[in-house]
């Protein structure tokens, strides 16, 4: 027990007594439980799944299906889908929110893209919005407060101010 008291001092500010910052002793991160489940039952894998085939074709019941279902879970997670990649040459060219929402639904429609990919489109076109209207209106508010900031080149090239008049 002295020992863990001594690490624990090297761990403290002899000045403050505060704990230092950083993780000085070196311990590697926790592992999550999926993990540590994996770990357990990866070497018994041929033994398992034999038994859960072995399940599976007698007739005893949702019960066993429920916990071959679980085990292979485990043993193999199931796989996230990959994202497809979404090219709609009417999206590129909208100028209005409307007319991109218009381009993700016409590309859902005729099935350029997927559902999914659709609502993430619109997800993503709400978010830009949003960041464009919270934008639009921080610098209404600081031209009429009178506060907004010296144009510079690179904003001028990136922004018009003819909208804040």
Request: with cysteine.
């Amino acid at each position: 027990m002295p020992e863990e008291n001594d690490e624990l001092l090297e761990l403290r500010d002899p000045k403050t007594g505060h704990y230092l910052p950083g993780n000085p002793s070196g311990r590697a991160g926790s592992t999550s439980q999926a993990s540590q489940t994996r770990k357990l039952i990866e070497p018994h894998r041929e033994e398992l799944v034999a038994k859960a085939l072995a399940l599976a074709r007698s007739a005893d019941g949702k019960d066993s299906a429920a916990g071959i279902r679980i085990l292979l879970e485990r043993l193999s997670p199931i796989p996230s889908p990959e994202r497809e990649k979404v090219f709609l040459p009417s999206l590129a060219t909208a100028v209005t929110f409307e007319a991109r929402c218009t381009a993700v639904l016409e590309g859902v429609a005729t099935g350029q893209i997927s559902a999914e990919a659709g609502e993430r489109l619109f997800r993503l076109i709400d978010i830009y919005q949003n960041a464009v209207t919270a934008d639009s209106v921080e610098r209404r508010l600081l031209a009429l407060e009178g506060k907004l900031p010296t144009p510079t080149a690179e904003r001028i090239a990136d922004d018009s101010f003819d909208d804040l008049a």
